[in-house]
């Protein structure tokens, strides 16, 4: 079946780095775009940016700009999300998902979330 | 990235009707027809119920519709169920630089 599955949590601390990969299976990598969402503890939903694993091609949200930069290993059928200089306010669950719904618009496959602490 | 408007809470009896609301403006939900609606529940991921508007993925139940007049979109989940207690989130396409926008997010609770 379809998934996404991604690495596991992190510990970081302010001003580091990290690096969050999702593998995709069931399907063939190329075909749908990989978005990224975060989620702060009991905070809505922040949609981060997304990336087309075939071209390279992205899109970031402005809140995000020159702090994040996503890339994909096709060999490896993984998408990646790294985030830099990180603050506390970074702290959240961080989820990759796609949409393997021809012509349309959303997320129906998503990753098991990666939490990611940023903290002295 | 403004978010979408949602109510903070929403509840009903079992076997109730309830509307959720989720309120943008003609430059996404006005403007476009793409918009979609997530069931999140504790410490899961969210799981898509509705998109573009009114279509329902495969599996989910047809309990759930979506519409949309104007700058306002709309979930109704009818025949309210104890499982459907969780949080619901819309969201919308706004521009090519912004492909995605959510809603602040609306908690169900069944009485």
């Known amino acids: 079946q379809v998934q996404l599955v991604q690495s596991g949590a992190e510990v970081k601390r302010p001003g580091a780095s990290v690096k969050v990969s999702c593998k995709a299976s069931g399907y063939t990598f190329t075909n749908y775009d990989i978005n990224w969402v975060r989620q702060a503890t009991g905070q809505g939903l922040e949609w981060m940016g997304w990336?087309?694993?075939?071209?390279?091609?992205?899109g970031y949200a402005q809140e995000f700009q020159g702090r994040v930069t996503m890339t994909r290993d096709t060999s490896k059928s993984t998408a990646y999300m790294e985030l830099s200089s990180l603050r506390s306010e970074d702290t959240a669950v961080y989820y990759c998902a796609t949409l393997t719904i021809p012509r349309s618009v959303g997320m129906d496959v998503w990753g098991q979330g990666t939490t990611v602490s940023v903290a002295s | 990235q403004s978010a979408l408007a949602q109510p903070a809470s929403v509840s009903g009896s079992p076997g109730q009707s309830i509307t959720l609301s989720c309120t943008g403006t003609s430059s996404d939900i006005g403007g476009h027809d793409y918009v979609s609606w997530y069931q999140q529940h504790p410490g899961k991921a969210p799981k898509l119920m509705i998109y573009?508007?009114?279509n329902r993925p495969s599996g989910v139940s047809n309990r759930f519709s979506g519409s949309k007049s104007g700058n306002t979109a709309s979930l109704t989940i009818s025949g309210l169920q104890a499982e459907d207690e969780a949080d619901y989130y819309c969201?919308?396409?706004?521009?090519?630089?912004?492909?995605?926008?959510f809603g602040t997010g609306t908690k169900v609770t069944v009485l």
């Open positions: 969201s919308s396409y706004r521009s090519s630089s912004t492909p995605c926008v």
């Open positions: 990336m087309n694993p075939h071209s390279g091609d992205t």
């Open positions: 573009d508007v009114s």
